[in-house]
């Protein structure tokens, strides 16, 4: 059974930065496509970044050219670099598998929380 486990979150002002990480059990991690979503209060969950198993990435308009995905296979782990970060990235933060191009998601994680003050 895959298991995600997110860190990293917190509260910091506008224009802070912040390093999200993620680590991924139960599966055959270098073969997955693997994405971070967003869920701000009030609305559904989005995608904000991606990132194949070869490291292309791809990112939601709204977080271009501040947010950075990468990731490590030999730890297993997805990490999000949030830059310039403004009040409305504000939410909880996932990782599962990138549901685009996977085609499934994995049993959600509990999230990490990431509030962003003006």
């Known amino acids: 059974q895959v298991q995600l486990a997110e860190s990293g979150g917190g509260l910091v002002q506008a224009g802070g930065s912040l390093r999200l990480s993620c680590v991924v059990l139960g599966s055959i991690f270098r073969f997955e496509n693997m994405g971070w979503y967003r869920q701000a209060p009030g609305k559904q969950r989005e995608l904000v970044a991606a990132i194949t198993s070869g490291g292309s990435a791809n990112y939601a308009d709204s977080v271009k050219g501040r947010f950075a995905i990468s990731r490590d296979n030999a730890q297993s782990t997805v990490y999000l670099q949030m830059n310039s970060l403004k009040p409305e990235d504000t939410g909880v933060y996932y990782c599962?598998?990138?549901?685009?191009?996977?085609?499934?998601?994995?049993?959600w994680g509990q999230g990490t929380q990431v509030t962003v003050s003006s």
């Open positions: 599962n598998a990138d549901s685009s191009t996977m085609g499934r998601l994995y049993p």
